[in-house]
T-cell receptor, first 115, second 113 residues
Framework: KAGVTQTPRYLIKTRGQQVTLSCSPISGHRSVSWYQQTPGQGLQFLFEYFSETQRNKGNFPGRFSGRQFSNSRSEMNVSTLELGDSALYLC???FGSGGDQETQYFGPGTRLLVL | AQSVTQLGSHVSVSEGALVLLRCNYSSSVPPYLFWYVQYPNQGLQLLLKYTTGATLVKGINGFEAEFKKSETSFHLTKPSAHMSDAAEYFCAVISKGFQKLVFGTGTRLLVSP
């Protein structure tokens, strides 16, 4: 069974630009969550999508948005990039049922550098 | 609100020595607890998890953790460290029914020959 895939793996942008990151979940998983990892703030939850709807949201500004498609693939968009947005962006997928068997499986991440 | 505290940002052990990485959690409801490992330039890999049932949980690569409700702890152990165990380890907590993982700050494990 293929794992979670994220594209691109590396990205360099300049301040003010926007960026779109993509995540393909494990087959059968309907929930996709996004996390930001930085040396200063650690791992922080951005948002979670389930069946094309945003179900949970973290404390990030509106510049960070996402969406999910009918095949459960998800995209994350960051507009008006700031230097502080440089980070490793991790996507995780799960069945989304919230039960005892629920586990989030992570992709390799997209490393974004904002210059 | 839930939170996780990992004591020690760096832990150094010799190859063959016991590994002990500490994790304490705070949760107003019975939590689900996880340990993930991250190797350089990679994502997070699940080591083990506790949901309900047996409090001693065995994971991959010889790691195990014990859920102690009275101490609100979920420490990770491995009897004998291997060079390949050098990585960063994250403890995380989640509430049943929710999808937001709350992570600790991570512990970098260094293994010397």
């Amino acid at each position: 069974k293929a794992g979670v895939t994220q594209t691109p793996r590396y990205l360099i942008k300049t301040r003010g630009q926007q960026v779109t990151l993509s995540c393909s979940p494990i087959s059968g998983h309907r929930s996709v969550s996004w996390y930001q990892q930085t040396p200063g703030q650690g791992l922080q939850f951005l948002f979670e999508y389930f069946s094309e709807t945003q179900r949970n949201k973290g404390n990030f500004p509106g510049r960070f948005s996402g969406r999910q498609f009918s095949n459960s693939r998800s995209e994350m968009n960051v507009s008006t990039l700031e230097l502080g947005d440089s980070a490793l962006y991790l996507c995780a997928s799960s069945f989304g049922s919230g039960g005892d068997q629920e586990t989030q499986y992570f992709g390799p991440g997209t490393r974004l550098l904002v210059l | 609100a839930q939170s996780v505290t990992q004591l020690g940002s760096h832990v150094s052990v010799s190859e063959g020595a016991l590994v002990l990485l500490r994790c304490n959690y705070s949760s107003s409801v019975p939590p689900y607890l996880f340990w993930y490992v991250q190797y350089p330039n990679q994502g997070l890999q699940l080591l083990l998890k506790y949901t309900t049932g047996a409090t001693l949980v065995k994971g991959i690569n010889g790691f195990e953790a014990e859920f102690k409700k009275s101490e609100t702890s979920f420490h990770l152990t491995k009897p004998s460290a291997h060079m390949s165990d050098a990585a960063e380890y994250f403890c995380a907590v989640i509430s049943k029914g929710f999808q937001k993982l709350v992570f600790g700050t991570g512990t970098r494990l260094l293994v010397s020959p």
